[in-house]
């Protein structure tokens, strides 16, 4: 999931389960830091790859995989500084409002969310950190069911009001519930 509630400036969107080709175009991920990058301005595929030191016919692989889904969309051609036109995308926030199902997913697509985090604060530097809470909690299926649903909820009443914020610092986050090996 990928918190973008102001691309577009979209109204807030309801919570569904993601479909097979959804699920899939978020299991990598080049993919969801492509979505995180779009999700604050408008880059071009040379912009992505120059972003992300990756080669640029890899990238447009993963942003036209995210186009097939919904997730990112093209947004008129524009001129660049150097007069060549260029072709930008932007999310459209839809990935946000997505549950992914993990209990089919194989384990590297269970854990693309947690490696694009981790490329992404490896690049904003130790200093980037602001919160950190490790834990161990016993908790029942029908708990950790609750607790997922209470963290989700106040995530999405950040995400709803996002756009009222723009003018104010972006910071990213990560929640991973895991059961801990017996």
Request: aromatic share 4%; charged share 30%.
């Amino acid at each position: 999931m990928e918190a973008t509630s102001s691309a577009g400036g979209r109204a807030p969107r309801q919570r569904r389960q993601a479909t097979a080709r959804e699920a899939r175009a978020l299991a990598h991920p080049l993919r969801l830091r492509v979505l995180r990058l779009c999700a604050h301005e408008e880059l071009t595929n040379k912009q992505l790859a120059d972003r992300l030191d990756r080669d640029p016919g890899t990238v447009l692989h993963h942003v036209r995989q995210l186009v097939d889904a919904g997730f990112l969309e093209p947004v008129p051609v524009r001129t660049g500084t150097s007069g060549a036109l260029e072709k930008p995308y932007r999310s459209t926030g839809l990935s946000w409002w997505l549950s992914t199902p993990l209990d089919a997913a194989e384990a590297d697509e269970r854990l693309a969310p947690i490696e694009a985090f981790q490329e992404e604060l490896r690049e904003a530097g130790p200093g980037s950190v602001r919160t950190f809470a490790r834990f161990i909690l016993h908790l029942s299926a029908e708990d950790a069911d609750e607790l997922d649903r209470r963290i989700v909820a106040v995530l999405d009443e950040y995400v709803q009001t996002d756009r009222e914020r723009l003018d104010r610092p972006a910071h990213g986050g990560i929640v991973v519930l895991h059961r801990l090996a017996d």
